[in-house]
């Protein structure tokens, strides 16, 4: 069975639409008071369930989430897996300065008590090696490279894939793979919430082409700026920017428009205005072993 938690309705719509089968009703509904109010409208006893949460902004919906599933389990469902297009949390993953809440691991104990099974899309490792490091559940990462890789080569002739740091050369590499493209990859050194430095390599040779940055994550959306910016310094086009998770902070877009880039494309683990590319089929497929 699949559950959409509230604002998930249309993604959990596709992935039952992919493995032909009817979401359970989820009502909910805030008390006068702020508080949540959850019913499952269909019986789970005996069923797998996977409730569907994106999890960007996931102060906002992590206590209503761990109420359902924990109602889930009260209400006899067999297993409670969690399918959340965005793994929310994963940036805070060591204490820089004394006195820090680790939170990476703090949020991955509290999921990991909550669910059976995680599934996600391309989450944001950067000192770890996997899930499996911080979620004591058994998890599962879908990469969304497939899909970003089949959109550029419709989209884009004669891209030139670059990534604005080195933790954006895994999927570079593999994007630019999959496309027969050549990439490169930027140094980034981070200076605060909002400001990083970025060198470029050599870029001129590929003038001909059209660059493509890809990241996994456009949050305040200064890497990505700045990365175009580089790009067109060199004598390159304007390139297209591909997120895989589009967070968008509110001066996100404005940014990015700033630094002139010709278009801003991601793929739906977030609703967006700029969802382009839809992951859905690749998620609904790793559903299917996830039992
Ligand atoms: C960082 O390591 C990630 O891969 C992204 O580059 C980062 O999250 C982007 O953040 P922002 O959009 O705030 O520059």
């Known amino acids: 069975m699949i559950c959409a938690l509230p604002g998930n309705e249309a993604f959990a719509e596709r992935l039952c639409a992919e493995l032909g089968m009817r979401a359970v009703e989820l009502e909910w509904r805030r008390f006068p008071d702020g508080e949540s109010y959850?019913?499952?409208?269909?019986?789970?006893?005996?069923?797998?369930?996977?409730?569907?949460?994106?999890?960007?902004?996931?102060?906002?919906?992590?206590?209503?989430?761990?109420?359902?599933a924990r109602t889930a389990r009260e209400l006899g469902?067999?297993?409670?897996?969690?399918?959340?297009?965005?793994?929310?949390?994963?940036?805070?993953?060591?204490?820089f300065q004394d006195g820090e809440a680790v939170t990476s691991v703090h949020f991955a104990g509290l999921l990991s008590q909550a669910f059976d099974r995680l599934l996600t899309v391309d989450p944001h490792l950067h000192r770890r090696g996997s899930l499996s490091e911080i979620y004591s559940i058994p998890s599962k990462a879908v990469a969304a490279a497939p899909a970003m890789a089949q959109w550029i080569r419709a989209n884009v002739p004669e891209p030139l894939v670059v990534g604005p740091d080195s933790e954006s050369e895994q999927w570079a590499a593999e994007v630019a793979a999959a496309c027969a493209a050549p990439h490169a990859v930027m140094n980034k050194t981070r200076l605060g919430d909002r400001r990083v430095e970025i060198e470029a390599p050599p870029l001129s040779r590929w003038k001909d082409r059209t660059p493509v940055l890809l990241d996994d994550i456009i949050s305040s959306a200064r890497t990505m700026a700045l990365a175009a910016r580089k790009i067109q310094e060199a004598g390159l086009r304007a390139p297209?920017?591909?997120?895989?998770h589009g967070v968008f902070s509110p001066d996100a877009l404005g940014a990015l428009r700033g630094a002139g880039v010709a278009k801003v494309v991601t793929t739906n683990t977030i609703a967006h205005e700029t969802n382009g590319i839809d992951v859905s089929a690749l998620v609904a497929r790793a559903m299917e072993d996830l039992a």
């Open 38 to 68: 959850l019913r499952f409208r269909q019986d789970l006893k005996g069923h797998n369930l996977a409730l569907v949460c994106t999890l960007n902004d996931p102060d906002s919906k992590t206590l209503t989430l761990l109420f359902a």
């Open 240 to 244: 297209v920017c591909i997120g895989v």
């Open 77 to 95: 469902a067999s297993k409670v897996a969690l399918v959340a297009p965005y793994l929310g949390y994963m940036r805070q993953d060591r204490r």
